[in-house]
C-alpha cells in the first residue's frame, strides 16, 4: 500500500519572548538570546506526527537556516521526525520572502514525490505568512491555511479532506493531492521530546545538509539578488509611560475615580 | 531500540559531565542525559571555582578551561548607614578563576562527547529504575533505557533519589535560594574601576544591606568582561522575616549607591535564580550508592559554605572523577554490587578532603542561621568603625567604641564577646 510522504517545512527564530528590554537604554537586549524553532512550526510537525500515526509514511522536514538550525531539527527529530533536510548555503544569504520560498520549492522538488506540504501559519519573528502562498505557486499546487486536522486522507485516490478552522465557523475541504497545508496556530500542541527518538538525532545522524552545489538555483533567483523586497524604513512604537495611579479606598468609589480618569485620558470616550 | 549503554549519566552538570568524560575515556559506552537545552543552560553559581581538585581531573584547566579571570583579590565587607568596613587581601598565586559556570559545563561535555559519550539534551529523566533491588536503567516518558550503572548526577532538586527512597523530599531548612545577575561593563572598564590587571579578578562578599540582614551574603565576581552580582538567603529565615523578594534584593544590590559605580551603563545580560544546599552534611543521604548506582555532586550533599566562600562546583568535579573511578573497577570485576561501589566510592569520598571540609565545618552553619549575627553584628561593627574612624573632638578607644555601640542596640558585652569566642572556635 502507498503510504503519505509529508513534508513539513519550519523556520529557525530568534527566542523573541528571551529578547529582554532594557529599562535604562530603552533598546533590546538580544545578546546571548537562544534561537528556537518557531513555535507554530511545531503545530505543523505534530499535525504531520498524528497524520503518520493514522496512516503510516514518512515526515522529512525542511529548513533554510544558518547551520546552527541542526540544533533545532534535531529538537524535532526527538519529537518523532523521520528525516531532516539543513538547507545551507552563504549564497542563500539575505533572502526575503521571494527567495526563501523559491528556494524551498525547489528543495521539495529534489525530495521527490511528496503528498502534503506543512508548515506553520506565520513566524514569531517576521509574520508575514508569505512562504507557505508562495511555495504553493512556485510548485502549482492548492494552498489551504488555518487548516487544524486531516479528517480523510486517500492517498489511491489522490485526495485529502481537511478541516479548517475560521473565526466562526469551521470548513471541510477535498482536495486533491499533493498540497500545501498551513497549520492553525496553536491547534497541536506538541508533544515532548523522546528519550529513544532524540537518541536517534544524536546517534544516526538523520540530518542532510544541502548547499546550493545540490539545489543548482540561478544565483539570480535566491539570496540577495533574488530579493527584491527593500525594507525603507522601520520604527519602533513608542512605549507609553505607564501612569503609576492607585486608588485607595472602597471598590464603589474606585469605579467612580477609574471612570473619571479613564474618561480624562481619553481611553473611554 | 536496539541502543544499549554500559553506563548512563543523569544530568550534566559539572559532576555528571565529568564522570561522563571518565567514563568514555576508558572506552566505557556511555550516555548523558540532560533535561536543559543545550548544554549548562540549567545551571547556575556565584562565580568561581578552585582549581586544585579540577587540576587533578583535568591537568589541562590552565590550558584549556573557559577561564575568566584569576581571582587574586578576595574582599569581604560590611554594608550599613552608608558605610563599607571591609577585609581584603591580595595574593600572586593561581588558587581559584571566575567563570561562567555554563561554559565551564560545556567544556566538560564537549570532552565527554569527544571521548565517545552519547549526550542528549532536552529530555528528562523521570525515574531511576529499580528491580530486584537493583537499579537496572532509567525511564523517561514511558521509555527506557537500560544500563549496568546509572550515575545520579541531578543536582540540588534530586526528584529521583527521593522516588527511590534515598533522599527525603526538600525542606525549606536545608536550602538556600540564590539570585544573581551578569552585567556585561567591559574589560577595560572592570579593570580601570575595581583597579584590577589584565587577568586578575575579585571575590567579594558582602552583608548587611545587600542581604536585607539576613542570614545569607551577597557576592560580587569580576568576569572576563562582565561582573556577577547576587544574594544568597536561608530560605527557612527568609520565608519568615523577608521584607522583599529575593530578585529585588539583587536589584538593590545592582542599584546600591555606593556599588553601582562598578557596573555604571553596563547591560544585564542574564539573570538567574537557583537553589543551594544549606548544609551539606546534614544533605548527604544516607548512602551514597546502592546496587547499580552512584550518587555525585550537589545530589549527594557536597557543597561547603563557610560564610566567606562556596566550594561545590570543584567537589562535583572531583566526585564525578571518583565515581568513575569506582564504576571502572565495578566493570573490570564484573560486580556492581552496593558492598562493591561503597568501598570504591562512598570509602574514598568519605576519606576525601570534600567530607573533611563538610565535617570541619558543621559549625558555621550554626553562626549561618542566627539572626542576630546578620541583623545586629553588623551595624555594631559600622557603629564601632564609625567612631573610631570619624573624630570630631574626642577621640575613645576601641573598647568605648565598643561598648557604646553595643549598648546603643541593646546588646549585652558579655553575651557578645561570648558569641564571638564561639565563632571564632566556629570557623
Ligand atoms: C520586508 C522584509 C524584508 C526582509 N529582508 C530581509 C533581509 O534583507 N535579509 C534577511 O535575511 N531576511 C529578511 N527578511 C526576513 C525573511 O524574508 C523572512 O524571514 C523569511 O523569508 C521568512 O518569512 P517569515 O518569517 O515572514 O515567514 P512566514 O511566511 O510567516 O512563515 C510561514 C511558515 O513558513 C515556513 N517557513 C518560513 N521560513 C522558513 C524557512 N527559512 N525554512 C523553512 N520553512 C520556513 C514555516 O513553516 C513558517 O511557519 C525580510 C522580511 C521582510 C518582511
Ligand atoms: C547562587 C549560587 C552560587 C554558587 N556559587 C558557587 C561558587 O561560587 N563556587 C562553587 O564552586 N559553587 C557555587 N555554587 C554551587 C554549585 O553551583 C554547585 O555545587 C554545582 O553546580 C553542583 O554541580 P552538580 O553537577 O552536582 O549539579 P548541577 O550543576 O545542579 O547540575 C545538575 C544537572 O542535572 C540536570 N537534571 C536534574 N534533574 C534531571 C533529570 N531528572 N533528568 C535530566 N537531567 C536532570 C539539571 O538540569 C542540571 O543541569 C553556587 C550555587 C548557587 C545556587
Known amino acids: 500500500m502507498k503510504r503519505p510522504r509529508i513534508v513539513v517545512g519550519i523556520k529557525w527564530v530568534p527566542n523573541t519572548q528571551a529578547v529582554r528590554f532594557d529599562p535604562k537604554t530603552g533598546t533590546l537586549i538580544r545578546e546571548g538570546v537562544p534561537s528556537i524553532v ?160 532524540k537518541l536517534r538525532a544524536v546517534t544516526e545522524k538523520p540530518i542532510e545538509v544541502w548547499t546550493n552545489k545540490q539545489l543548482g538555483l540561478d544565483p539570480r533567483c535566491i539570496g540577495l539578488r533574488g530579493s527584491p523586497t527593500i525594507v525603507s524604513k522601520v520604527t519602533w512604537q513608542p512605549e507609553i509611560p505607564r501612569k503609576r495611579k492607585i486608588y485607595q479606598g472602597n471598590p464603589k468609589e474606585a469605579v467612580k475615580w477609574l471612570i473619571k480618569h479613564l474618561e480624562e485620558e481619553k481611553v473611554l470616550p | 531500540m536496539a541502543t544499549k549503554f554500559d553506563a548512563i549519566v543523569v544530568g550534566a552538570g559539572p559532576a555528571g559531565a565529568t564522570a561522563a568524560y571518565k567514563l568514555a575515556e576508558a572506552g566505557i559506552k556511555t550516555l548523558l542525559v540532560e533535561r536543559g537545552r543545550g548544554r549548562g543552560s540549567k545551571q547556575v553559581f556565584g562565580g568561581r571555582i578552585y582549581v586544585t581538585p579540577v587540576r587533578e581531573v583535568f591537568p589541562d584547566v590552565e590550558k584549556t578551561a573557559p577561564i575568566h579571570r584569576w581571582v587574586k583579590r578576595e574582599k569581604i565587607s560590611i554594608l550599613h548607614n552608608s558605610r563599607i568596613l571591609s577585609l581584603e587581601y591580595e595574593s600572586p598565586e593561581k588558587h581559584s578563576f571566575t567563570t561562567y559556570l ?200 557536597l557543597l561547603l559554605n563557610t560564610g566567606y566562600t562556596f566550594r561545590g562546583v570543584d567537589y562535583a568535579v572531583y566526585s564525578g572523577y571518583l565515581a568513575a573511578e569506582a564504576a571502572k573497577k565495578a566493570f573490570n570485576l564484573g560486580d556492581f554490587s552496593e558492598e562493591t561501589l561503597r568501598e570504591n566510592y562512598e570509602k574514598k569520598l568519605l576519606g576525601s578532603f570534600i567530607a573533611k571540609d563538610l565535617r570541619n565545618h558543621t559549625g558555621v552553619e550554626q553562626i549561618m542561621h542566627e539572626v542576630e549575627f546578620f541583623e545586629k553584628y553588623p551595624v555594631v561593627a559600622i557603629d564601632t568603625a564609625r567612631k573610631l574612624f570619624e573624630l570630631g573632638y574626642e577621640t575613645p578607644r576601641i573598647q568605648e567604641a565598643l561598648r557604646s555601640s553595643l549598648k546603643t542596640h541593646h546588646i549585652n558585652l558579655l553575651s557578645f564577646l561570648y558569641k564571638m569566642f564561639k565563632m571564632v572556635r566556629k570557623l
Open chain 1, 38 to 197: 518557531n513555535p507554530h512550526d511545531l503545530d505543523a510537525i505534530e499535525l504531520a506526527l498524528k497524520t503518520r500515526e493514522k496512516y503510516g509514511g514518512e515526515i522529512i522536514v525542511v529548513t533554510m537556516a544558518p547551520p546552527g538550525a541542526e540544533e533545532g531539527l534535531r529538537h524535532v527529530i526527538g519529537m518523532g521526525v523521520d528525516r531532516a533536510i539543513l538547507v545551507s548555503d552563504r549564497v542563500f544569504a539575505g533572502s526575503d520572502t521571494l527567495a526563501t520560498s523559491y528556494t524551498l520549492a525547489k528543495t521539495i522538488e529534489r525530495i521527490g514525490r511528496v503528498d502534503l506540504v506543512f508548515f506553520g501559519q506565520e513566524t514569531i519573528d517576521s509574520s508575514t505568512a508569505h512562504i507557505p502562498a508562495q511555495v504553493a505557486s512556485w510548485l502549482d499546487l492548492p494552498y489551504i491555511y488555518y487548516v487544524e486536522s486531516i479528517e480523510k486522507l486517500e492517498l489511491k485516490e489522490n485526495k485529502v479532506v481537511v478541516k479548517r478552522k475560521l473565526e466562526d465557523r469551521y470548513e471541510w475541504y477535498e482536495v486533491e493531492l499533493p498540497v500545501v497545508i498551513g497549520v492553525a496556530m496553536h491547534s497541536n500542541p506538541p508533544r515532548p521530546i523522546s528519550l529513544t527518538n
Open chain 2, 102 to 301: 555554563t561554559e565551564f559545563t560545556s567544556w566538560i561535555v564537549d570532552k565527554a562527547i569527544n571521548a565517545g559519550a552519547v549526550y542528549v539534551d532536552e529530555v528528562r529523566v523521570d525515574s531511576i529504575v529499580e528491580e530486584d533491588g537493583r537499579i537496572t536503567g532509567i525511564e523517561a516518558g514511558g521509555e527506557r533505557i537500560e544500563a549496568s550503572i546509572v550515575i545520579d548526577a541531578e543536582g540540588v532538586n534530586r526528584l529521583l533519589l527521593e522516588k527511590l527512597g534515598l533522599a527525603e523530599r526538600l525542606s525549606p531548612e536545608e536550602v538556600a535560594l540564590g539570585a544573581k545577575e551578569v552585567i556585561k561593563v567591559g574589560a577595560d572598564k572592570i579593570n580601570e574601576r575595581f583597579g584590577l590587571e589584565e587577568d586578575s579578578g575579585l571575590a567579594w562578599l558582602l552583608v548587611g544591606e545587600p542581604t536585607d540582614y539576613l542570614p545569607g551574603g551577597a557576592f560580587i565576581y569580576t568576569n572576563r568582561d562582565s561582573v556577577s552580582i547576587g544574594v544568597v538567603v536561608y530560605l527557612a529565615t527568609a520565608v519568615k522575616k523577608a521584607r522583599e523578594e529575593i530578585y529585588r534584593l539583587v536589584e538593590k544590590l545592582r542599584l546600591h549607591p555606593q556599588l553601582r559605580q562598578y557596573w555604571e551603563d553596563g547591560d544585564i545580560i542574564e539573570y538567574s535564580a537557583h537553589l543551594t544546599i544549606e548544609s551539606g552534611r546534614r544533605f548527604m543521604p544516607r548512602k551514597l550508592a546502592t546496587s547499580g548506582l552512584i550518587v555525585v555532586g550537589d545530589a549527594a550533599g
